[in-house]
């Protein structure tokens, strides 16, 4: 009888999580079908295919508002047979991408870029893990039922959103190709890394409005500076032939960064706290994590200066292509 009461009251909350959760996988079906659908690039089908007159017509077809050239079969095979031996180039390898990466003047980039974006992920996501400290700042959290403690989290979290992290992603887009990419993130390191060091060695001095503030303006200089430029500029700065690889790799240096932020910091921060401590009693050694995350952003600093500036280049003068262009 028991089980059967359990069974009536939990089924119609099952459903609803079910029915919820494949929903979200609605968005990503529909995505992935333009993904497997939409034509390549010009630019790939030139500078990696080789296929010159297919590259041209689609050229031709984009500027006439089509998705897709149609050439001649015969005078593209023709083409291709003619130029071939001239347009040979190696396989797309592992061992080319190495290749191509083991000269300090590319690899120099690809550090920057998965460097800036690993530093950048482990204070991101980290200072995410300290979210609950800032909301019971500013009244909150808690609840006198699990509704009410889920709502004010969602409302405070909202607030902390559009108080820092929105307004400067929008300034970003006010400003991204007018100072440019490399300057914006060079300033967003620079003064996380001084944030970062006030909440780190004056947490104890700071209040709860101070440190609400400190936290606003880390939320601003993270998407004014590297939480927008970091995913930007690796899908700019490399070579047709490389640049999907590269931005793989940069991106997945920042998860990996994640990652840390979530297995190392998130215990690291309760160390020596007592049991039942609440508050700024529940991290104790918060105040080192923020230190830690000020030599991380000041890590971030240094990488960025390996990036090239890629405003207002077109993919020709980053890719080496035509004369005058500098790092």
């Given at each position: 009888?028991?089980?059967?009461?359990v069974?009536y009251?939990?089924?119609?909350?099952?459903?609803?999580?079910?029915s919820?959760?494949?929903?979200g996988a609605?968005p990503?079906?529909?995505?992935?079908?333009y993904?497997?659908?939409?034509?390549?690039?010009?630019r790939?089908?030139?500078?990696?295919?080789r296929d010159?007159?297919k590259a041209g017509?689609d050229?031709?077809?984009?500027i006439?508002?089509?998705?897709?050239?149609h050439p001649?079969?015969?005078?593209?095979?023709t083409?291709?047979?003619q130029?071939?031996?001239?347009?040979?180039?190696?396989?797309?390898?592992f061992k080319?991408?190495?290749h191509h990466y083991?000269q300090?003047?590319?690899g120099?980039?690809l550090?920057?870029?998965?460097?800036?974006?690993?530093?950048l992920?482990v204070?991101?996501?980290?200072?995410?893990?300290?979210?609950?400290i800032?909301?019971?700042?500013?009244?909150w959290t808690g609840?006198s039922?699990?509704?009410e403690v889920?709502?004010k989290n969602?409302?405070?979290?909202?607030?902390?959103v559009?108080?820092g992290?929105?307004?400067?992603?929008?300034?970003?887009?006010?400003t991204?190709?007018?100072?440019?990419r490399?300057?914006?993130?060079?300033?967003?390191?620079?003064?996380?890394?001084i944030l970062?060091?006030?909440?780190?060695?004056?947490y104890?001095?700071l209040?709860?409005?101070?440190?609400?503030a400190l936290?606003?303006?880390?939320?601003?200089f993270?998407?004014?500076?590297?939480n927008s430029?970091?995913f930007?500029?690796?899908?700019?700065?490399?070579?047709t032939?490389?640049?999907?690889?590269?931005?793989?790799f940069s991106?997945?240096?920042?998860?990996?960064?994640?990652i840390?932020?979530?297995v190392?910091?998130?215990?690291?921060r309760t160390?020596?706290a007592?049991?039942?401590?609440?508050?700024?009693?529940?991290?104790?050694?918060?105040?080192h994590i923020?230190?830690?995350f000020?030599?991380f952003?000041?890590?971030?600093?240094?990488?960025s200066f390996?990036?090239?500036e890629?405003k207002?280049?077109?993919l020709e003068?980053?890719a080496?292509?035509v004369?005058?262009?500098v790092?």
């Amino acid at each position: 009888m028991a089980n059967h009461h359990v069974s009536y009251y939990l089924t119609p909350y099952a459903h609803d999580l079910t029915s919820s959760s494949g929903f979200g996988a609605v968005p990503g079906c529909i995505a992935l079908y333009y993904r497997l659908t939409i034509p390549e690039t010009p630019r790939y089908t030139f500078d990696v295919a080789r296929d010159v007159e297919k590259a041209g017509t689609d050229v031709r077809a984009y500027i006439n508002g089509k998705p897709e050239g149609h050439p001649d079969e015969i005078a593209r095979v023709t083409t291709m047979v003619q130029a071939g031996p001239a347009l040979e180039i190696p396989k797309a390898s592992f061992k080319d991408f190495i290749h191509h990466y083991s000269q300090w003047k590319h690899g120099k980039v690809l550090l920057g870029t998965a460097g800036s974006w690993f530093f950048l992920d482990v204070a991101f996501y980290g200072l995410g893990l300290n979210n609950s400290i800032i909301l019971a700042a500013i009244g909150w959290t808690g609840g006198s039922t699990q509704y009410e403690v889920f709502r004010k989290n969602a409302i405070g979290n909202l607030i902390l959103v559009c108080a820092g992290a929105i307004p400067g992603y929008w300034v970003s887009v006010a400003t991204i190709d007018t100072l440019g990419r490399k300057t914006i993130q060079i300033m967003g390191f620079s003064i996380l890394t001084i944030l970062f060091v006030i909440i780190g060695f004056a947490y104890h001095k700071l209040s709860g409005h101070a440190l609400l503030a400190l936290y606003v303006l880390a939320q601003f200089f993270f998407n004014f500076g590297p939480n927008s430029t970091t995913f930007i500029v690796p899908g700019e700065c490399f070579p047709t032939r490389y640049r999907s690889t590269s931005h793989g790799f940069s991106a997945a240096s920042g998860k990996v960064g994640a990652i840390i932020a979530q297995v190392v910091f998130g215990p690291l921060r309760t160390r020596g706290a007592k049991p039942g401590a609440k508050g700024r009693d529940a991290s104790p050694w918060l105040n080192h994590i923020m230190e830690i995350f000020a030599l991380f952003m000041l890590c971030g600093l240094l990488t960025s200066f390996l990036i090239p500036e890629t405003k207002r280049k077109t993919l020709e003068e980053l890719a080496g292509e035509v004369p005058g262009y500098v790092f």
